[in-house]
């Protein structure tokens, strides 16, 4: 490191600190801040248009206030020199011809008055160069068009709490080296931002247009989730003026995912994003027509079952995912609606209100757009409508008709008991005729209701699959879809392979309140099935959707998944772009030459390149089941905590088994934590867990307890899910098991 080099560079680096300390004070003195404290600013919401602004402005003035402040403990970490070959007004004053330093940050930093850009964001056009560019002659996309000229110099900073302790210029060398050094730290209880740490294919996956379809094939390890959640990120910031946080939504495969990385957005500056599951994002629209669950046994399910049995299985689940489903489902739709209409004429007091031709035009066709729930409704305002003006012209002639005979009775009869008898008697005949006529309209509706054809949605779904059998015929795979369904069904259970039939089924059934989604990311999506995201297109009608995963991780059972086109073709307008992430950045070369080697002569998901970043290499350590075993655990955590690892996973096949260890653990190791289906928060630290839940986790260090070549038979399904377990560590993992291991 040159020294007079360091010095300009620290002296600029307290320039631009004093500059963020000024502007982080402005924002407090405009806000009222006097102590530091924000928690307690407010605009009190009556209602109006003004306060609706108001808070939108607040709550910008504060996120920025909130940049600021985190600004001033790493106001930048890189440096570009570059230079123009025009003018460029909107990156910083840039002029054609003239070097310029361009600081790159989290945050973006503008020293006001002037508005001169002091820091771009990490998610400017310039930064691109950051991320992608090389020395010499480079381009980026600015929004006024491309900007072309000459990178002389790309460096990196080491900043700590606002000090600048060193840097690093970047060629191929000097970027491997920075990038190692922070792969080497070890992990936290959630997934961290890596906006210091972007590497040029990932930065791809960030920047691809925002209004197209993307795949995302990554390796494990790869920093697909995080790099997914950049791009979200990215996006906000591109569209700030037209797309707000709430319009952008992650579906992930469970609710410990979603804790697990909830902590990445709030770290970029992004809040509100909507962040749900598949099974969450169902029960919304659904509402009171959800059905229960069968909660997480697919994998479960899958471990206890033979070859055999798990092709069966998979069989089922791919019938029930495949597009031709929906094309299936409308098709029924389309004869259910004939079915739900009654076969008689509707009538009340002799008279027809509406005939069944009526009855079918209203339904079938004035009516189509609507739901079938509505069209229901509809058709019933018209009878309603009807059946009122019938009973009014029935209660009116019965009125005059009773006049009449009053009238007649007070001319023939004089005054007294006689005559103030049968009026009293005629007044309380029409009492009860009108009387009469409330309870014929009671039963009436009773009558009516019960002779539409009922929609409830798990008893449409069951019809559906009762006719598509008996269409197909006994031994037919609808048949056998029908006895694997059945039995749920019948309990008002369904399993998380059924939602996306029974969301399809709904929407014509019910219809759903309006979700303004401006793009969507699908994580896990090599577990997803094209009929969800069909699902998914149809529901929010655009194209804006980033599917990421790894097919070499695809262990519930959608085994017919061999490309990425099998999820994508024939869903989206657009031609969905493939990219692919192959290099591992988690694990160390030794782990991974573990892992890929379980998958040699599988189908290939691409060519995965680990970093060149050296560990111990994975050891199995052959023990008997029982204290030695739980002897052996217990030395290896207590070693690795002595070495300074925070998150260490010990993993068994089996959540049983998981809940089991963990208990006979919990005397040699009591920090320990038993992680388990259905669990909302990832607690980080020394957890023990089945192998269920571990997919899109990392860990310090992984131990897997059950390792014996008996528990992990030589065949496709285990060979990805030993692939899954052996990818998860960082920097250790060992193996223990009794008798020889999984693979000798």
């Known amino acids: 490191m040159d020294s007079s080099v360091f010095s300009l560079e620290q002296a600029h680096f307290s320039s631009t600190l004093q500059t963020v300390t000024e502007e982080r004070r402005k924002a407090e003195v405009e806000l009222g801040i006097t102590d530091g404290n924000d928690r307690f600013i407010q605009v009190i919401d009556d209602g109006s248009d003004d306060a609706v602004v108001q808070q939108f402005v607040l709550r910008m003035k504060l996120r920025s206030l909130h940049q600021l402040r985190l600004s001033e403990r790493q106001p930048y970490f890189a440096r570009l020199d570059f230079t123009p070959d025009s003018d460029m007004p909107y990156e910083g004053g840039m002029k054609a011809g003239k070097t310029s330093a361009v600081y790159v940050g989290r945050w973006g930093v503008i020293k006001t008055p002037e508005y001169k ?12 160069l950051y991320y992608s560019g090389q020395i010499g002659r480079v381009s980026y996309d600015a929004p006024d068009g491309k900007v072309e000229g000459d990178l002389s110099l790309k460096r990196m900073f080491t900043v700590e709490e606002g000090k600048l302790l060193g840097m690093q210029d970047t060629g191929l060398v000097g970027q491997e080296r920075f990038l190692t050094e922070a792969l080497s730290q070890v992990t936290t209880a959630r997934l961290r931002e890596v906006v210091t740490t972007i590497q040029a294919e990932q930065n791809t996956v960030i920047r691809h247009d925002p209004f197209s379809p993307l795949c995302v094939q990554g390796v494990a390890g790869s920093g697909k989730t995080t790099i997914a959640l950049h791009r979200i990120a990215w996006m906000l910031y591109r569209l700030q003026k037209t797309v707000a946080p709430h319009q952008m939504m992650i579906l992930a495969p469970n609710p410990l995912f979603l804790n697990y990385i909830s902590r990445v957005l709030p770290d970029l500056g992004v809040e509100q994003v ?9 029960e919304k629209l659904l509402g009171k027509r959800m059905p229960k669950l069968e909660l997480g046994a697919r994998l479960e399910e899958r471990l206890c079952m033979s070859k055999h049995e798990r092709d069966a299985l998979d069989a089922v689940l791919r019938r029930k995912g495949a597009l031709a489903l929906g094309n299936a489902l409308d098709g029924f739709l389309e004869r259910f609606e004939r079915k739900v209409i009654p076969v008689w004429s509707v009538g009340f007091g002799g008279r027809i209100l509406l005939d069944t031709q009526e009855m079918e035009d209203l339904f079938l066709r004035q009516f189509r757009h609507y739901p079938l729930r509505v069209r229901v409704d509809e058709v019933r305002k018209v009878v309603k409508k009807r059946l009122k003006q019938a009973l009014e012209q029935l209660e009116d002639s019965l009125r005059k008709a009773t006049d009449q005979r009053l009238e007649a009775l007070l001319r023939s009869l004089p005054d007294g008991e006689e005559r103030q008898e049968k009026a009293r008697r005629l007044l309380l005949s029409r009492q009860e005729r009108l009387d009469q006529l409330k309870q014929a309209e009671k039963d009436f509706w009773r009558n009516y209701d019960q002779n539409w054809h009922p929609m409830s949605l798990l008893k449409v779904y069951g019809e559906f699959w009762q006719e598509q059998a008996a269409l197909e015929g006994d031994g037919s795979g609808a048949a056998e879809v029908w006895a694997a369904t059945e039995p749920g069904i019948a309990k008002g259970r369904v399993g998380t392979e059924d939602l996306p039939a029974l969301l399809w089924l709904g929407e014509r059934l019910y219809g ?8 969507v990311v699908v994580d896990e999506a090599q577990d997803v099935s094209p009929l969800q995201v069909k699902v998914l297109r149809k529901l929010f009608n655009h194209d804006a959707f980033t599917l990421v995963g790894d097919l070499w991780q695809g262990i519930y059972g959608d085994e017919g998944l061999r490309a990425w086109s099998d999820l994508t073709e024939g869903i989206f307008e657009k031609q969905p772009a493939c990219v692919a992430l192959s290099t591992s950045y988690r694990s160390t070369v030794e782990i991974m030459e573990l892992a890929l080697a379980l998958m040699a002569g599988h189908d290939s998901a691409g060519v995965t390149k680990p970093v060149l970043r050296h560990g111990e290499p994975p050891s199995f350590i052959s023990v008997k089941m029982g204290e030695e075993c739980l002897a052996v655990i217990a030395r290896y955590v207590e ?6 690892f925070f998150s260490i996973a010990i993993i068994v096949k089996r959540e049983a088994d998981a809940k089991a260890l963990h208990k006979a653990l919990l005397t040699l190791l009591p920090q320990a934590w038993l992680v388990s289906r259905g669990d909302d928060t990832f607690q980080g630290g020394v957890q023990v867990m089945g192998a269920s839940v571990v997919k899109g986790l990392e860990f310090d260090c992984v131990l897997i307890a059950d390792a014996q070549a008996e528990a992990y038979p030589r065949e496709r399904f285990y060979d990805k899910l ?23």
Not at 512 to 519: A, K, L
Not at 639 to 644: D, F
Not at 723 to 743: D, E, I, M, N, Q
């Open 512 to 519: 759903y309140p309006r979700m303004d989604i401006r793009h």
């Open 639 to 644: 070693k690795w905590l002595g070495e300074g």
């Open 117 to 128: 850009v002091c820091v771009a964001d990490w998610r400017s056009p310039v930064a691109n």
């Open 274 to 282: 909507r962040q749900t599951t598949f099974a969450q994002l169902c």
């Open 722 to 744: 030993l692939y899954v377990l052996c990818t998860r560590p960082l920097h250790r993992l060992v193996l223990l098991g009794s008798g020889k291991a999984f693979r000798e």
